[in-house]
């Protein structure tokens, strides 16, 4: 089974990463990882939702896919999303319970149906940079 997956991943990727990048179909992203041997740097399209401080991606084969097993033995990778690129962290596995408040409620019931019962939650990383000081006016 893992080899045709592997298939169709060589075969479609070509053509659903650009999509997912463009960010087009704001379901979709791409996931940057290293990969745990070869240290090898792949781009893997995926579905996604953001959170308030990172994202929910469904695992529909288990937390064995390569993508997968590469982002937590890292530690993290960077997420493509809306055409911009978020440095994430803390991957963890949790269940439908916990990933539904990441969809809206028109893509909750599909969640049910779909059957996925692993997703993997990560964090973005916040720089020093990307907090703004707040400034008070005096009058």
Not at 70 to 81: D, P, Q, T, Y
Not at 87 to 108: H, Q, S, W, Y
Request: aromatic share 6%; hydrophobic share 45%.
């Amino acid at each position: 089974m893992n080899g045709i997956l592997v298939s169709i991943m060589r075969t479609t990727s070509p053509v659903t990463v650009p999509i997912a990048r463009s960010g087009l179909i704001s379901i979709w992203g791409v996931v940057k990882h290293r990969g745990r041997r070869s240290g090898t740097m792949h781009s893997t399209p995926i579905a996604l939702r953001p959170t308030a401080d990172g994202f929910v991606l469904p695992l529909p084969w288990g937390e064995g896919t390569d993508w997968c097993r590469n982002v937590r033995a890292a530690g993290g990778g960077v997420i493509v999303w809306r055409g911009a690129e978020y440095e994430v962290t803390k991957p963890e596995i949790i269940g439908v319970a916990d990933a539904l408040p990441a969809f809206n409620a028109v893509l909750r019931p599909i969640v049910r149906l779909t059957g996925i019962k692993k997703f993997l939650r990560v964090r973005r990383v916040v720089r020093a940079q990307d907090v703004s000081p707040v400034i008070e006016r005096t009058a």
